[in-house]
């Protein structure tokens, strides 16, 4: 019977890193395609895009590694896919800066001002990212991603584990 439960949490292991390997590799596709397209047609913003993009590969390589720790069961993945999932929890536009990363899924909760409050529902399958400085819509936006909120409460719950 021992046996059989660290089999079940060998699996959910696996399954995150599969989940997390599989978001990385998307979001690095996605971010390189973006790449080709957006940074060669802004030359005036030439140097603050290439590090806008740098940070979201070293998002999506971050959580490709975490996944892939993970995995292969190594404890760092642990502490690596903590960090990814921490990152992907906020969602926010406020004073001209955006911040929003998704490496999977999301499905989140927000709440914004523009003209009138609105709260919302969201949804994303797949990875997206937005960080944005200097925008002057006026945008007033607070939100959580409550799969990678689920995700970092059971992670950090694996975590106090002594073993995997």
Known sequence: MGQDKKTKKFER???????????????????????????????????????????????????????????????R??????????LQVPNLAIFGISYYFVSGLSFGVSLSFIETAKFDFNYYLGSTWNLGFGSTDGEFLIGINLVALMLLTHLIKINKQKTL
């Open 77 to 86: 993945g642990v502490m690596l896919s903590i960090i990814t999932q921490a």
């Open 13 to 75: 292991y696996q399954i995150i890193g599969i989940y997390e390997m599989v978001g990385g590799a998307l979001g690095l596709f996605i971010t390189g395609s973006l790449f080709k397209t957006l940074v060669i047609d802004a030359q005036d913003r030439y140097l603050s895009m290439i590090w806008l993009f740098f940070i979201a590969f070293i998002f999506y390589i971050v959580s490709l590694n975490a996944g892939y720790l993970l995995f292969r069961k190594n404890r």
